[in-house]
């Protein structure tokens, strides 16, 4: 399942965001690292209890709150506090899996990553490479989106982000827990309940079929949620 989101963050929504985080202090990536990782990681990421992060990464979170997209195809139960990280002068993180349970150094607050979620705040234009390259069932995709542009995409996939070879690539980058551990009940899920919207769209949501199927929906999810 990977998931563009368009416009996760509006214009003002990623100023806001860049104001924040372009006057913080950055540090070394590999602070979040796990072992696999610190192997092929070179970037720099705010650090997390860094004011700016929080700050950002609130309104980073209001925004998945607005986002019925965001919303229907993660089905979120934990969302771990959003990260920010940059890559310039070449820099690149190699092909890496994520770690299955992310664990917050302050607080101990524990989420299995079932999805992550890159937005990207750099318009793709401002910088050369810096692709984030994802290994799917169905071939490698190669994602770079404008800025505010989300992709969500399972943590168990195999990924990396190519060297950035000119410019500068800022993005925010985190971790869920979905009420729905299964990639592929959760793609069930998202996949019915686009179809009933646009079904509701043509019939009305009174419409009989409209009905039973949503009933469908809530009953699948009621079998197989975690919340």
Do not use: C
Not at 86 to 108: E, K, L, M
Request: a negative charge; glycine letters at 8%.
């Amino acid at each position: 399942m990977l998931i563009a989101i368009p416009d996760l963050l509006d214009g003002a929504g990623v100023r806001a965001v860049r104001a924040l985080i372009d006057r913080a202090d950055w540090v070394d990536g590999n602070v979040t690292s796990g072992h696999q990782s610190a192997l092929a990681k070179q970037n720099l990421q705010l650090p997390e209890n860094a004011p700016q992060a929080r700050e950002a990464g609130q309104i980073v979170l209001e925004a998945l709150g607005r986002s019925p997209l965001f919303i229907a195809a993660a089905l979120p139960l934990k969302i771990y506090p959003p990260l920010f990280n940059s890559y310039a002068g070449g820099q690149a993180f190699g092909t890496h899996v994520d770690n299955a349970v992310r664990i917050q150094p302050d607080t101990g607050f524990r989420v299995r990553s079932d999805l992550s979620i890159t937005i990207f705040l750099e318009p793709p234009q401002g910088y050369e490479g810096g692709e984030l390259t994802i290994e799917t069932n169905f071939g490698v995709q190669s994602v770079k989106l404008p800025a505010g542009h989300a992709v969500l995409y399972p943590s168990s996939s195999l990924h990396r982000v190519e060297p950035v070879t000119s410019g500068r690539r800022v993005a925010s980058f985190f971790w869920l827990q979905s009420m729905i551990r299964d990639d592929g009940a959760r793609q069930t899920l998202f996949d019915l309940d686009s179809s009933i919207q646009v079904l509701a769209a043509d019939r009305g949501h009174g419409d009989a079929q409209v009905i039973r199927l949503t009933g469908v929906y809530h009953n699948l999810l009621r079998r197989w949620a975690d919340a």
